[in-house]
């Protein structure tokens, strides 16, 4: 076998590779999109006190043991946006959205849509807007995570413009 043989087959693999990850892509994306619609129908509005947020991983974030047990190992080590809110008389570790996270106001008093541990979205209740500063240095984590956000608002757009054409 000479050179251009082996630089074929080694194109032909990686295309067969990136056609196999595209179609699996696609079916995680559908499933992740009926999951997230989901978790929306059954979040329920209640009012918290913000005492703490952080980007923390799952195992030193203090979450309820059944979560933990659910959560795949290669994920316990992922750093999530957790926040730490007093509901009621309780004190509560929460899972929140990426999109929102930064807008979340600490020490604040806000409304929010809970599904589960899982925060959704917010309104301001009492207490200043948080306004995100653009001169804030960003690191590659949330770089990636804007822009995952950003794709996904504009899937959504398309979806919404693609039904209503129907």
């Known amino acids: 076998m000479?050179?251009?043989?082996?630089?074929?087959?080694?194109?032909?693999?990686?295309?067969i590779v990136m056609v196999v990850l595209y179609f699996v892509g696609k079916k995680l994306q559908k499933k992740q999109a009926d999951q997230r619609e989901q978790m929306l129908a059954a979040a329920q509005p209640a009012t918290i006190m913000i005492i703490d947020k952080k980007m923390m991983k799952m195992r030193d974030a203090n979450l309820p043991k059944v979560v933990m047990e659910q959560t795949p190992k290669r994920m316990q080590g992922a750093k999530l946006p957790i926040?730490?809110?007093?509901?009621?008389?309780?004190?509560?570790?929460?899972?929140?959205?990426?999109?929102?996270f930064a807008d979340l106001p600490v020490k604040g008093e806000v409304k929010v849509m809970i599904s589960g541990i899982y925060i959704t979205s917010f309104k301001n209740i009492r207490g200043k807007k948080v306004v995100n500063d653009k001169n804030v240095k960003q690191g590659l984590a949330s770089k990636l995570r804007a822009k995952q956000r950003d794709l996904e608002?504009?899937?959504?757009?398309?979806?919404?413009?693609?039904?209503?054409?129907?």
């Open 83 to 100: 926040v730490k809110a007093k509901i009621g008389p309780q004190i509560m570790n929460l899972i929140c959205d990426d999109s929102i």
């Open 2 to 15: 000479n050179g251009a043989q082996i630089a074929l087959i080694v194109l032909a693999v990686a295309a």
């Open 153 to 166: 608002k504009q899937i959504e757009k398309e979806d919404k413009g693609s039904k209503k054409k129907k």
